[in-house]
T-cell receptor, first 114, second 111 residues
Framework: DADVTQTPRNRITKTGKRIMLECSQTKGHDRMYWYRQDPGLGLRLIYYSFDVKDINKGEISDGYSVSRQAQAKFSLSLESAIPNQTALYFC?????????????FGQGTRLTVV | GQNIDQPTEMTATEGAIVQINCTYQTSGFNGLFWYQQHAGEAPTFLSYNVLDGLEEKGRFSSFLSRSKGYSYLLLKELQMKDSASYLCAVRDRGGNTPLVFGKGTRLSVIA
């Protein structure tokens, strides 16, 4: 089983709909992140959380919101989806207890807004 | 602002050596990371440099020069399965803050 699990893996939704992408982890990490990836643009940070109740905006937070319901769960919502939010979304985690550590990524959610 | 540059695409021959460069201009520096990403899959961690010099890990090595804002990833004895995108990422602050990624280099390994 994956340590960082994203659901759904694929989703097609209509413009204007609200949609939630979920991320859960069994790694016991405190830090969680949401990135989106677009061809030619690389991975861009949407939101991040250092712990439960801590939420921080990233580079491209407009049109998105997040919730850190528990240390293991971090969900991303699109309040009113628009076609330019079509992208591959990745959740990632890292552990601050051991200093400067790498981020671990989930399998990704491919979102299409029509 | 943050700027991380890598070549968009590279092609190399099976069995050869390839070097993928990354230059960065960031507000701070607290480590440089390389990731491998196969098409449609999650990025996976390859290497980490925080001090100047070379880090070797099997067929993969990564080099850092902080004074030049420069790193490279060296892949030896290329295999077809090394065809993937390679992502350079910088942590610009302490405290395990989010990584800032370059746009990635798509490597094609040909026979």
């Amino acid at each position: 089983d994956a340590d960082v699990t994203q659901t759904p893996r694929n989703r097609i939704t209509k413009t204007g709909k609200r949609i939630m992408l979920e991320c859960s982890q069994t790694k016991g990490h405190d830090r969680m992140y949401w990135y989106r990836q677009d061809p030619g643009l690389g991975l861009r940070l949407i939101y991040y959380s250092f712990d439960v109740k801590d939420i921080n905006k990233g580079e491209i937070s407009d049109g998105y919101s997040v919730s850190r319901q528990a240390q293991a769960k971090f969900s991303l919502s699109l309040e009113s989806a628009i076609p330019n939010q079509t992208a591959l979304y990745f959740c990632a985690t890292s552990d601050s207890r051991w200093g400067n550590t790498e981020a671990f990524f989930g399998q990704g959610t491919r979102l299409t807004v029509v | 602002g943050q700027n991380i540059d890598q070549p968009t695409e590279m092609t190399a021959t099976e069995g050869a050596i390839v070097q993928i460069n990354c230059t960065y201009q960031t507000s701070g520096f607290n480590g440089l990371f390389w990731y491998q990403q196969h098409a449609g899959e999650a990025p996976t961690f390859l290497s980490y440099n925080v001090l100047d010099g070379l880090e070797e890990k099997g067929r993969f090595s990564s080099f850092l020069s902080r004074s030049k804002g420069y790193s490279y990833l060296l892949l030896k004895e290329l295999q077809m399965k090394d065809s993937a995108s390679y992502l350079c990422a910088v942590r610009d602050r302490g405290g395990n803050t989010p990584l800032v990624f370059g746009k990635g280099t798509r490597l094609s390994v040909i026979a």
